[in-house]
């Protein structure tokens, strides 16, 4: 099995490829903001205003916190995908070429592949993702990939679900 082909840099689909891929943390930080102002307007609403003042800043800088790392992430990897990039998925792994990199990430490393719209996300561990876009890909041979990651056992659901996720209309073009 081998599959080439190049991704053209859309920042905005980038960013949203990265957003879903830390979802679970950006979650967490917002949901620990949101309690956080609970437990300041509780206790404003109980007559502790010092308590309020403090869980409400705190609230204020967690929220702020998260915004920031969205968007310093998205600012930090457009340094890589922000250039026409080679993807090569065969079966010695998946590979990424371009003016400023050359790598590649044998099967063993990669966890688990996600399908969202535009990209496929390789997750390598628990923060660091490959998210390479396959919008541009033709349907036979975005099915052939996605066919290939779902007998690796990296896909999970059927290829033709994660075929309609990829192949959802894109709002960054």
């Known amino acids: 099995m081998f599959v080439n082909f190049t991704a053209q840099p859309d ?15 950006l979650i967490f930080c917002w949901a620990v ?17 010092a308590g309020g003042v403090i869980f409400g800043a705190g609230a204020i800088v967690i929220a702020l916190i998260a915004w920031w790392a969205d968007r310093r992430t ?3 990897n ?4 922000g250039l026409p990039i080679a993807w090569t998925v065969s079966d010695e792994g998946v590979r990424y070429d371009s003016e400023m990199t050359d790598c590649l990430v044998r099967w063993a490393a ?41 007998a690796r056992g990296l896909l999970k659901g059927r ?13 960054g073009q």
């Open 11 to 25: 920042r905005k689909l980038l960013g949203a490829a990265l957003r879903r891929a830390f979802r679970p943390l």
């Open 33 to 49: 903001a949101a309690l956080m102002l609970l437990v300041a307007l509780l206790a404003l609403g109980g007559g502790e205003p």
């Open 74 to 76: 998205v600012t930090v």
């Open 78 to 81: 457009w340094k890589l995908y």
């Open 110 to 150: 990669v966890e688990r592949v996600e399908a969202v719209p535009a990209h496929l996300i390789f997750r390598v561990g628990r923060y660091m993702v490959l998210p390479a876009r396959v919008d541009g890909l033709d349907a036979a041979r975005r099915a052939e990939l996605l066919a290939f990651l779902h």
């Open 159 to 171: 290829p033709e679900e994660a075929a309609r996720r990829v192949g959802a209309p894109a709002t």
